[in-house]
């Protein structure tokens, strides 16, 4: 269904950090001995800067919320020039680049991709009302990334083009982390992260790919398995 998300939801999503909603998370020990007993702990939830935030213009139209959990996490990468600034104003000015992009040159209503992850470890928010619905954990908004896939299946956009080269390593933690707490917050299994090119005739997301077994690998840890 077709739904406003209005302003006050959506800034109810702003830049926060903080303990995230109950979910998968990791176990700890508590006490020692036969007694001892396991409690479940929580992924740290990350900074996301919300598109109120970053400057983001209104959808051209309603977003469309999906009234149900993803069950996978889709990488990809935007094959944007891989810039050498890292900045967090770099982030911001990335994420309208790619708003632009979708909007006027796709046609879409929205950016495409749920979250972006700059080549400097910072994370935005894309189609406006992700962070809110990945904050609550219960329902996520239709994208636009992957063909086959938007209503069911986060979209996370890393900067920067790696069919030759890998990623720098900020990037690289920003998304075992945000992977690690989409998977706690939604309930989706690590072994549930994939890439664009798994669904679509595409080299997106290039070398990063490759490190998919890796990345599962990462995040299962963080989340305790």
Not at 123 to 144: F, I, N
């Amino acid at each position: 269904m077709s739904v406003p998300v209005p302003r006050r939801t959506v800034l109810r999503g702003a830049v926060l950090l903080g303990a995230a909603a109950a979910g998968v998370g990791a176990l700890t020990q508590i006490g020692s001995g036969p007694g001892a007993r396991a409690a479940a702990t929580r992924v740290d939830q990350p900074t996301i800067a919300n598109c109120a935030t970053w400057g983001a213009r209104p959808p051209s139209s309603p977003v469309s919320v999906v009234t149900s959990r993803p069950n996978k996490i889709i990488v990809h990468h935007t094959a944007f020039p891989n810039t050498t600034d890292y900045s967090l104003a770099q982030a911001y000015r990335n994420s309208r680049d790619i708003q632009n992009l979708h909007m006027d040159g796709n046609g879409w209503l929205d950016s495409g991709q749920h979250f972006t992850n700059s080549r400097g470890g910072y994370l935005t928010e894309g189609r406006h009302g992700s962070l809110y619905a990945l904050l609550h954990g219960q329902t996520m908004v239709q994208g636009a990334h992957c063909v086959g896939q938007n209503s069911q299946a986060i979209g996370i956009e890393n900067d920067g083009i790696y069919v030759d080269v890998q990623p720098p390593q900020a990037l690289w933690n920003s998304l075992v982390t945000f992977c690690a707490f989409t998977c706690q917050q939604y309930g989706i299994a690590p072994t549930e992260i994939y890439g664009h090119k798994d669904f679509n005739n595409t080299q997106c997301p290039g070398l990063l790919h490759d490190r998919l077994p890796e990345l599962r690998r990462t995040v299962a840890a963080r989340l305790g398995g």
